[in-house]
């Protein structure tokens, strides 16, 4: 049998905010669902793709729901009001689809599922995990955050005085500078 490898996405920024911090996330989205809305400010109706395993036992449920936090929290930072779950056997055919509207995939959870998750919880925490990194994290430079597995404790510590690990282009870096937007060390 030839598996079929899915490769094409759409590449997806966004604006976004938890309490008070402000963030700016990108991501790739699998499709659209119709087409994109003429006016840029219409919210465009992009739909993920995601399979699981059929759901056969309450530890299978408890897998499920795991696998729906990752799914809801990916879609619901990018905007993505639409998941399309398929189901498949454990020798990977297709059994079943299953469409899901993002932001009622918590409510789903608690009521028809072991309610193993709670998605205003989630946002909570991140919310104040945000504000206390913001609160940690002081002057310039290059920072890491470490959990170490098992851990409890959540380190931060300055690796470079300066700069910006690298990450930001040559090309973003002159455009920030030309736009009066700011300097980026």
């Not at 995601?50 to 619901?76: G, M």
């Not at 998750?117 to 909570?124: F, M, P, V």
């Not at 919310?127 to 206390?132: I, T």
Request: some cysteine; overall charge positive; proline content about 3%.
């Amino acid at each position: 049998m030839n598996a079929t490898r899915f490769q094409v996405g759409h590449n997806v920024i966004v604006r976004t905010g938890f309490g008070k911090s402000r963030l700016i996330l990108a991501g790739e989205v699998d499709a659209l669902w119709d087409t994109k809305p003429c006016r840029p400010d219409d919210p465009i109706n992009w739909v993920e793709l995601k399979t699981a395993a059929t759901p056969l036992s309450d530890r299978d449920v408890l897998k499920y729901e795991r696998k729906l936090l990752k799914f809801w929290i990916q879609s619901f930072l990018l905007g993505v009001p639409k998941i399309i779950v398929g189901f498949r056997s454990k020798e990977g055919i297709l059994q079943s689809l299953e469409e899901l509207e993002t932001s009622q995939i918590p409510r789903l959870v608690k009521q028809r599922g072991k309610g193993t998750w709670d998605g205003n919880l989630c946002i909570n925490f991140t919310a104040n995990f945000l504000d206390w990194l913001k609160s940690t994290i002081v002057g310039d430079g290059v920072w890491r955050i470490r959990k170490r597995e098992n851990g409890t404790v959540i380190e931060t510590f300055r690796i470079e005085e300066s700069g910006h690990g690298n990450i930001l282009s040559r090309d973003f870096l002159t455009w920030r500078s030309q736009s009066g937007q700011g300097h980026v060390s």
